[in-house]
């Protein structure tokens, strides 16, 4: 973990130094950030009404959330309810031979991004990638889809949108609740209270029965809790499945590889599938990962990595390398509020 990380998220030493250093660089941040929503608010800068009706699942910090998780399973309440989705992404980590660039069966996450690749492989739904979301999603309308889901985009304010969705960290919430660079936020808490939902992502100050309380009582905004549960382990070069109780009686010491934003959060999920983790390597956000530096990394022991990392490392796996699976849950009061929210765009 990068110190800054440390700094922003767990109050390490080093914030009494570098804090007061960034402060100055916040407040410039603030500047910009704030003329720039004046300037789409007063229409001095124009937004576009995109082809089709769109929720952005976003937030206002920096690093995983659950984004992807959440836009999973949103995709599969979808699909129940006979509704045609698609997603826009920007496809960081991604070099397309074109854009807006349609993902496909032959696409890889070398040319998509590794969360638009892993959200084809998983759901097969139409996915354009691309920096002009207006344009991506004026090609998923020629493909028939009649609701977009917006991997990300909630600072994108030249897109117009229908419904908002913030994406919270259960564990790191705010961090020490400044803006970038001092603090980990791209926008101030204030935002919260101008979306339709929020989503927390693991356990937090929200209780049963999503009555909110400490940092999240005071908002008007519906804040929902999001569990994660992982499902399976999957080898990436022959495609078996394994239950996560099967495995860990087979294998009960591994190694483990993650490149999202809080690697820490997948190394504890292993814990909890009773695996002793043998050596571990974190790895920054979408970070690009050659056969060489995994080759090192692996010994007789399984090699696991998120499912995310996993599209980046088919081409060239071992036999004893896994991704785990995990899915997103929610209360059936919360499953049927989200089903709710998804009908009514549609309506829109």
Same mark, same amino acid.
């Given at each position: ?254 190694? &483990?590889?993650? +490149?999202?934003?809080? #690697? ?7 814990? *909890?599938? /009773?695996?002793? =983790?043998? %050596? ?44 785990? &699976?995990?899915? +997103?849950?929610?209360? #059936? ?7 709710? *929210?998804? /009908?009514?765009? =549609?309506? %829109?």
């Amino acid at each position: 973990m990068r110190l800054i990380e440390k700094v922003w998220f767990y109050r390490h030493p080093a914030k009494w130094v570098l804090v007061p250093l960034l402060l100055p660089l916040s407040a410039l941040f603030w500047l910009i950030t704030s003329l720039r929503r004046v300037l789409y608010r007063l229409g001095i800068k124009s937004s576009t009404k995109p082809a089709l009706p769109v929720m952005v699942i976003g937030n206002i910090g920096i690093g995983g959330n659950g984004k992807t998780p959440l836009t999973l399973y949103l995709i599969e309440q979808c699909q129940q309810l006979g509704i045609k989705v698609g997603i826009v992404s920007r496809g960081y980590g991604g070099k397309a031979p074109h854009y807006p660039y349609l993902v496909d069966e032959h696409s890889t996450a070398a040319e998509a991004g590794d969360e638009p690749q892993m959200i084809f492989d998983r759901t097969g739904v139409p996915i354009a990638v691309g920096s002009d979301r207006i344009a991506s999603i004026a090609l998923l309308a020629e493909q028939g889809c009649q609701l977009v889901l917006a991997d990300d985009g909630l600072q994108h304010y030249k897109m117009q949108r229908n419904a908002e969705v913030i994406v919270v960290d259960g564990k790191r919430q705010f961090g020490n609740g400044l803006l970038l660079p001092a603090g980990p936020l791209r926008e101030g808490k204030w935002r919260l209270n101008s979306v339709d939902f929020i989503i927390v992502n693991g356990k937090s100050e929200v209780a049963a029965h999503q009555q909110p309380t400490g940092e999240f009582s005071r908002l008007k905004t519906p804040v929902l809790e999001m569990a994660l549960a992982p499902s399976q382990f999957i080898n990436l070069a022959t495609g078996e499945t394994v239950g996560v109780d099967e495995f860990s009686q087979a294998n009960p010491k591994v190694n &483990a590889i993650a +490149a999202i934003g809080d #690697p820490a959060r997948f190394f504890t999920t292993l814990k *909890q599938c /009773k695996l002793t =983790l043998n %050596k571990v390597q974190g790895f920054v956000d979408h970070h690009t990962f050659s056969a060489q530096e995994l080759n090192e990394l692996s010994t007789s022991l399984p090699l696991m990595m998120t499912e995310k990392d996993a599209v980046k490392c088919q081409t060239f796996a071992h036999d004893n390398w896994w991704y785990l &699976a995990v899915n +997103a849950s929610f209360e #059936p009061t919360s499953a049927e509020f989200l089903q709710l *929210q998804l /009908k009514r765009l =549609l309506e %829109k």
